[in-house]
C-alpha cells in the first residue's frame, strides 16, 4: 500500500474506533433495550488495526521495525 492510502485507512480506523469509544461510554438506556453491537469490543478492535496501520507508516517513512 501506497502512503495516501495508508493514511486514509489511518484516519477512518481511527474515526471508528473514537466512534465506538463515544457509543460504548454512553449510559445503558432501559427503554431502548439492550445494545445490539458490542462498542467496546470494536473499539479494542479498531485500535489493534490502527496500530498495525501506525506501524505500516513509520515502516514507509524509512524506519525500520523488524529484523
Keep these: 500500500m501506497d ?8 484516519a477512518a480506523t ?6 465506538c469509544g463515544w457509543m460504548g461510554a454512553r449510559p445503558p438506556n432501559p427503554a ?7 462498542y467496546r469490543f470494536m473499539m479494542l478492535l479498531g485500535a489493534a488495526i490502527l496500530l498495525v496501520f501506525l ?6 517513512m524509512g ?5
Design 32 to 38: 431502548r433495550g439492550p445494545r445490539l453491537l458490542p
Design 3 to 10: 502512503l495516501p492510502l495508508t493514511l486514509a485507512l489511518t
Design 14 to 19: 481511527l474515526a471508528f474506533a473514537v466512534g
Design 63 to 67: 524506519v525500520t521495525t523488524g529484523r
Design 55 to 60: 506501524v505500516h507508516l513509520v515502516n514507509l
